[in-house]
Nanobody
Framework: QVQLAESGGGLVLAGGSLRLSCAASGRTFSPYVMGWFRQAPWKEREFVAAISWSFGITYYTDAVKGRFTISRDNAKNTVYLQMNSLKPEDTAVYYC????????????????????????WGQGTQVTVSS
């Protein structure tokens, strides 16, 4: 079993920055993909960013490209989401997720953006961007 714990959310003015962290604990941690998703009030959960744990390849949804950066620290079993130039429409609960499968294949964007691929989820952290 893997436990994921997000931190770093909060209230920020538009144009500001936040850095989310997601620390994994539990069994030996070597996921296939780590992802960030978000869910705004009255909206479906949506993909934000993902990173291949082995290859370090990253993917982003178009709405955050150039503003958000996903990264990982393998030694700390932690994935980060640096969010810059935040906008009110970025307001949401942000969740990190882990896909525990083992594979030597580079994952595609289509694969990484499918929330059904992820077996483990954190509890979420609120990000609120005021205008």
């Amino acid at each position: 079993q893997v436990q994921l714990a997000e931190s770093g959310g909060g209230l920020v003015l538009a144009g500001g920055s936040l850095r989310l962290s997601c620390a994994a604990s539990g069994r030996t941690f070597s996921p296939y993909v780590m992802g960030w998703f978000r869910q705004a009030p009255w909206k479906e959960r949506e993909f934000v960013a993902a990173i291949s744990w082995s290859f370090g390849i990253t993917y982003y949804t178009d709405a955050v490209k150039g503003r958000f950066t996903i990264s990982r620290d393998n030694a700390k079993n932690t994935v980060y989401l640096q969010m810059n130039s935040l906008k009110p429409e970025d307001t949401a609960v942000y969740y990190c997720a882990a896909d525990p499968r083992r594979s030597n294949v580079i994952p595609s964007l289509r694969y990484c953006s499918d929330d059904k691929k992820y077996d483990f989820w954190g509890q979420g952290t609120q990000v609120t961007v005021s205008s």
